[in-house]
């Protein structure tokens, strides 16, 4: 069993999720496990503003990645909000026990579940935030009917399962479609969305990324795999603002 843990980043202490907000959100997938603390306090002291966690359980996905166990023992190294991405099925058992494990943010595939509405619920029960997860063959209409217990949209721009994968060029129109929804329900006085990109995440594309809408964009090799942690969220960054001034 692993020990419960308050969690470090309450939701007040968020940053605000306004149109002009962007976030890196550096996945663990790729990073050392052999040294898994010091890899997060690293990322986030070079300027990643939350930790991407991919749980995969050889049977959703074809592959197998880490549980709540982790995502406890990592919850005392940093107060930035953990990310959890669950490629699991079902979903239901193991939303509480990442709660209670530290994670503030708590997202899944709605095909994992028989009834999406009522595990995003859960999900908000236990005092985190809560977000669908869109493959790329997965429909956006899922939206419709839950937009207000949604508080992350996460579009993957790869087929879950495996980091390292290359960037899918139909997420950006998927990514567009995501924007006008979420801009639609915020403009008729619903909550702030964020929306999330996952997959194949590069400097060399994401203003494209940003163009289309994203404003919260996981990485992980792309990260993990450059000795410059700083240098390279610094470079994304520069790439972000770039995109931002071509499209305002």
Known sequence: MFRTHSRLASPSQFTPMT??????????LAADFARLGEEVRNVVAAGADWIHFDVMDNHFVPNLSIGPAVCAALRPHTTAPIDVHLMVEPVDDIIPQFAKA???????????????????????????????????????????????????????????????QRFIPS???????????????????????????????????????????????????????HPDYAGIIASMRAEILKAESLTT
């Not at 149109?19 to 663990?28: F, G, H, L, W």
């Not at 997965?138 to 087929?159: G, I, P």
């Not at 479609?177 to 999330?196: F, K, M, N, S, V």
């Open 19 to 28: 149109a002009t907000t962007t976030r890196i959100a550096p996945s663990i």
């Open 102 to 164: 530290g994670a503030d943010i708590i997202t899944f595939h709605p095909e994992a579940t028989r009834h999406p509405d009522r595990s995003l619920a859960l999900i908000r029960d236990h005092g985190c935030k809560a977000g669908l997860v869109f493959s790329p063959a997965t429909s956006l209409d899922w939206m419709d009917y839950v937009m207000d217990k949604l508080d992350v949209v996460l579009v993957m721009s790869v087929n879950p399962g495996f980091g390292g």
């Open 171 to 225: 997420a950006l129109s998927k990514l567009a479609h995501a924007r006008r929804r979420i801009d639609a329900w915020q403009q008729d006085g619903g909550q702030p969305i964020a929306l999330e990109i996952d997959g194949g995440v590069k400097v060399d594309n994401i203003a494209s990324i940003r163009a289309a809408g994203a404003d919260t964009f996981v990485a992980g090799s792309a990260i993990f795999g």
